[in-house]
């Protein structure tokens, strides 16, 4: 017989196994839905705290552009640039003009590439709306690694306006990616920790249910059913040890009242004939007198 109808027979067989399934499979069920919604929150919490600091990092690198634009000291630009790339916080650093064109890179790497809403890695926010995108988003970059990238508008200002049109309300881009390989392993490490709590959880409580109802449930049925074996191959004389308030015991109770009942019955049916032929003999004799 395959495994599968083995296993059903067994349920469908078992007292023990029911009551178990019946507390169990409802405690996976909510502890798979928690699970799932907790690793959720904190991917959610995880992107936010790379939200933020992408953006903190954003600012302080505009800060910094911008002195530096001011005096015109494009090497200090290119030279703030490429000690940001030695601190690897980043993957990729560019500073794009309005038309996507990359202006400054670390180590000049990638300086001239026109960079096409239609890549792979622009998609996700460029097929929306304006007003809809996010300016942060997780990516897969060229190399195939998953990362996060922010976009980070540079607006105008009173001093930008010697150089730049003072209608241009955004006279550049600053695109970062940081990688998130590290962080997802940690929620991956997390996530496993729950699940392993989890199931330990789950083999404790079905072992304390299983331990509980056999000696509270599972023997007291497994008494009144052999009781109740007895009883069908004449034994009327059996009766269960009575105690407890509870449903069980007041299913003893009925079934000890129940022999007792029989049990008298039988007595007056083989005491019946006897009686009566005393009962005969009287009148008889009654009758002659």
């Known amino acids: 017989?395959?495994?599968?109808?083995?296993?059903i027979n067994y349920v469908n067989s078992s007292l023990r196994a029911k009551i178990s399934l019946g507390v169990i499979l409802?405690?996976?069920?909510?502890?798979?839905?928690?699970?799932v919604i907790e690793n959720n929150r904190q991917k959610e919490i995880v992107l936010h705290n790379?939200?933020?600091?992408?953006?903190?990092?954003?600012?302080?690198?505009?800060?910094?552009?911008?002195?530096?634009m001011l005096e015109s000291d494009f090497l200090g630009v290119q030279s703030f640039i490429d000690s940001m790339d030695d601190a690897e916080e980043f993957s990729v650093i560019y500073l794009l003009d309005t038309s996507g064109k990359v202006i400054f890179a670390p180590n000049q790497q990638g300086v001239g590439t026109q960079l096409n809403y239609t890549e792979p890695g622009c998609i996700p926010c460029h097929r929306l709306d304006p007003d809809a995108r996010s300016n942060s988003v997780i990516v897969i970059a060229d190399d195939g690694q998953r990362v996060f990238r922010s976009m980070y508008p540079i607006r105008n200002s009173s001093e930008c306006s010697k150089c730049h049109d003072p209608n241009q309300e955004i006279i550049g881009l600053l695109l970062t990616d940081m990688p998130v390989a590290s962080v997802e392993t940690a929620l991956k490490v997390s996530f496993s920790e729950n699940l392993f709590w989890w199931v330990g959880m789950i083999l404790i409580t079905a072992l304390t249910i299983n331990f509980s109802m056999n000696s509270l449930v599972i023997q007291r049925f497994q008494?009144?059913?052999?009781?109740?074996?007895?009883?069908?191959?004449?034994?009327?004389?059996?009766?269960?040890?009575?105690?407890?308030?509870d449903e069980i015991a007041q299913?003893?109770?009925?079934?000890?009242?129940?022999?007792?009942?029989?049990?008298?019955e039988e007595t007056e049916t083989k005491n019946y004939p006897m009686n009566y032929e005393i009962k005969t003999y009287s009148a008889v004799n009654y009758s002659n007198t």
């Open 50 to 68: 790379l939200s933020s600091s992408a953006s903190r990092s954003a600012r302080v690198i505009e800060n910094r552009l911008r002195h530096e």
């Open 223 to 245: 008494s009144l059913a052999q009781a109740l074996k007895g009883f069908g191959k004449g034994h009327h004389d059996i009766r269960l040890e009575s105690g407890g308030l």
């Open 26 to 35: 409802p405690l996976i069920i909510f502890l798979g839905i928690f699970s």
């Open 1 to 7: 017989m395959p495994l599968r109808f083995q296993v």
């Open 251 to 264: 299913l003893g109770e009925s079934f000890n009242e129940m022999g007792r009942l029989i049990e008298i």
